[in-house]
């Protein structure tokens, strides 16, 4: 439903009612072309681009819940594609060019921002790393600057320069970098699919897969009763290894809560994303005011969305001794989500070793600025059973062949053994 600016102020006046939903909330059909399992934006995107790009609309969504009630809404919204390593770079650049494109593309408001990531530097040996991956990032076509302590101050002159345990010399700037509204990226992408044929189908759990004589997978078994579909993609983040056992598939992914939090409003400060060389601290501002901010994961394998205090405390420190100010902001709230992270802090997108079974999994801290170009890709491998140039790094089988993509660029990675 598209709404002219009449009929926005009409319904307002009226208070709001007579509101239509953006997108058709499906009743499950017995057989579908290819059936996606997460109703997250990976998902969503996956099922827009198979309508869009490969012509595919016999597609469905399902999801347990509600779509965006997982991980999509449990992030800080960040976008960047400053990274180092061939197998991701043009992968995230790609998902960056798509970001400055997707609300022409889809006719909706994603609140995409480019204001900047600004990753600093607090030591001699991490001004050569980062040069290094400016260097890398500037080799395929993505920008980078390298600024020095005088740069840095002039964006962020509230920083804690010189009486820091951790002192400022500079930073790495993607000025292309930034945020996007997590919830509108969703309501996006279900809306745009849901107008190219795409049934997208709410609390709706996957209970089992349908499989033949030959154990290929065939479809689902659901709460709903069971859905047929000539392929099956699983695009459930931090629940993928719960899923995937349900066809008798172990993945090499372990799930972690990852927490973030976000102060009362204030008034505007943090000029882009900021993140602390010295500690894993990360901060941006949202365009409510808020200070959206986070750290590492909690250090123990769960499936709760929530963490735990000593992590609260090591977030709240790295805050301190970056921008000490920082501690006249009132916490408005917390929360926690569930990320699936690989031994190698890369994701997964590939076929399973079961016969009609896709994966799209282990994005650690990359799901969300991922977006794009992880439904992108999926819905080319779904479509044409070979991987998309960009994505041809992200092969399940590079843990048992040693063909692992140790990327920085990702964050800190779990102690997996």
Known sequence: MRYS???????????????????????????YDVLVIGGGGHGLATAYYLAKNHGIHRVAVVERGWIGGGNAGRNTTIIRSNYGLPGNEPFYEWSMKLWEGLEQDLNYNAMVSQRGVLNLYHSDAQRDAYARRGNAMRLHGVDAELLDQDGVR??????????????????????????????????????????????????????????????????????????????????????????????DLRLPIESHVLQAFVSEGLKPLIPGVITFGAGHFYISQSDKGGLVFGGDIDGYNSYAQRGNLPVIEDVCEGGMALMPMIGRARLLRAWGGVMDMTMDGSPIIDHAPVPGLYVNAGWCYGGFKATPASGWCFAHLLATDTPHETAAAFRLDRFRLGAVIDEKGQGAQPNLH
């Open 154 to 247: 002039k964006m962020a002159p509230f920083l804690d320069f010189e009486g820091a345990r951790f002192p400022i010399q500079g930073g790495l700037l993607q000025r292309r970098g930034g945020t996007a509204r997590h919830d509108a990226v969703v309501w996006g992408y279900a809306r745009a699919a849901s107008d190219r044929g795409v049934d997208i189908i709410q609390n709706c759990a996957v209970t089992g897969f349908l499989r033949d004589a030959s154990g290929a997978v065939t479809g689902v078994e659901t709460t709903r009763g069971p859905i047929c579909a000539g392929k099956v993609g699983m695009a459930v983040a931090g629940h993928s290894s719960v899923v995937a056992a349900m066809a």
């Open 5 to 31: 600016g009449f009929s926005l102020l009409t319904n307002a006046l009226r208070g709001h009612r007579g509101w239509r939903p953006a997108w058709r909330d499906a009743a499950p059909r017995p057989a």
